[in-house]
């Protein structure tokens, strides 16, 4: 199971890379193993802002929906079109290529709310 | 005029026979299949036969499409390794038995039909599809979230949707209208032939009737119809424990799960 040390977890599966003011969420690889072949992700709009752990959209995969929570509130910025041509890249690419959205961040104090690799890692039990 | 829809047989032809006489005996003005014709039974040939021999339209299922393509791989989206193990057997069992004229034809089978009514100086489209359109093996379970399935149905230009895979029927009316204007869609799980799983091991299909009144504005002007109907189960279970098959799908054919 990755779980890339440089990134911040929330316990609903999210991860968030800093990238100074902005940034960028996705779904971890745990969470893509558990939902199995994604076949659509529905994301918000830019311009819509999300509190900490608030529902910011969802994703639908072979058998089930799963809704998506903000690790960190902010406002969105970008979301990744390459998803809709090709949503198993949250399969294949979690931490990359199968990044959700770009967000600028209200407040970096969350980021104490959220759990570093190690600890994310004994959360899901590998 | 009364169409009859009908899917997921997965080799089972004392379920399909019976369908059949069933569905005779109501006349209906057109028949689809909806695809899985094959797997965890021992008549993949025989089900594919009596259905060509009736010349009717029928799309491909997932496990059409993988057989057809002599895969190993029948995009089931199975949960637990057990379940693997024993659609693994299925699998190889179903592809040793296929013959080269029958698996050619699953290999040809369109995914799609999409039929258009024209009533009412309006387009009613009704969509044909195994899993999604989208996906041939999506599972579009009752539960689905509304916004979800609505937006399937709007990508799709589908009025009225019917499917099968789950195995599961049920009729769900959504209302996708803006600015006070309704816009009935109609989705619609048929159910399964030769292997349901809503605790009734009786097999299942679907009646859709459209009459000249039949509307997106009219919820009610489209009717449906489950029909069930008894066949010989014993004698599909025991074929089932008679092969190599795993002796658990012979329990869920009695049971319907």
């Known amino acids: 199971m990755n779980i890339p040390t440089e990134l911040y977890y929330s316990k609903e599966h999210t991860w968030l890379k800093i990238e100074s003011d902005i940034g960028i969420i996705g779904i971890t690889d745990f969470a893509q193993s558990e939902l199995g072949e994604i076949v659509y992700v529905d994301l918000p709009n830019n311009g819509y802002t999300f509190k900490q752990h608030e529902v910011f959209g969802s994703v639908e995969a072979l058998k089930t929906v799963s809704d998506l929570f903000m690790p960190i509130s902010g406002k969105v910025i970008e979301t990744n079109k390459a998803l809709l041509k090709d949503p198993t890249l949250v399969n294949n690419e979690p931490f990359t290529n199968g990044w959700m959205m770009k967000i600028e961040i209200e407040s970096k104090e969350e980021l104490s709310n959220l759990l570093p690799a190690a600890e994310y890692q004994k959360t899901i039990g590998v | ?257």
């Not at chain 2, 499409?65 to 693994?88: L, P, Q, V």
């Open chain 2, 1 to 257: 005029m009364n169409i009859a829809l009908f899917s997921d047989i997965h080799a089972n032809l004392p379920a399909l026979e019976a369908f059949f006489k069933d569905v005779d005996a109501r006349n209906p003005d057109a028949i689809y299949c909806l695809g899985d014709l094959v797997g965890y039974n021992i008549w993949p040939n025989e089900v594919v036969n009596e259905i060509r021999k009736r010349k009717i339209p029928t799309i491909a299922g997932n496990y059409d499409f993988g057989i057809g393509r002599m895969s190993n791989e029948c995009g089931c989206a199975y949960k637990t390794d057990h379940e693997k193990d024993n659609g693994n057997i299925s699998i190889s069992f179903t592809n040793s038995t296929m013959k080269d004229e029958e698996r050619k034809y699953l290999r040809t089978l369109p995914a799609h039909i999409k039929v258009e009514f024209q009533l009412n100086e309006d387009k009613l489209n009704l969509l044909l599809v195994h899993g999604s359109p989208r996906k041939i093996n999506e599972y579009l379970f009752e539960d689905r979230e509304e916004k979800s399935m609505l937006r399937i149905m709007e990508q799709a230009d589908a009025d009225i949707m019917c499917f099968g895979h789950t195995h599961k029927p049920y009729h769900r009316i959504l209302n996708s209208g803006i600015d006070g204007q309704n816009h009935f869609r109609h989705a619609i799980n048929i159910g399964s032939v030769g292997k349901p799983k809503d605790t009734n091991p009786q097999g299942g299909y679907v009646m859709l009737t459209i009459n000249d009144n039949s509307s997106i504005l009219d919820k009610e002007s489209i009717q449906i119809e489950f029909i069930r109907f008894n066949y010989d189960v014993e004698t599909a279970a025991k074929a089932v424990e008679d092969s190599p098959l795993p002796n658990e799908f012979a329990d869920m054919l009695r049971r319907g799960f």
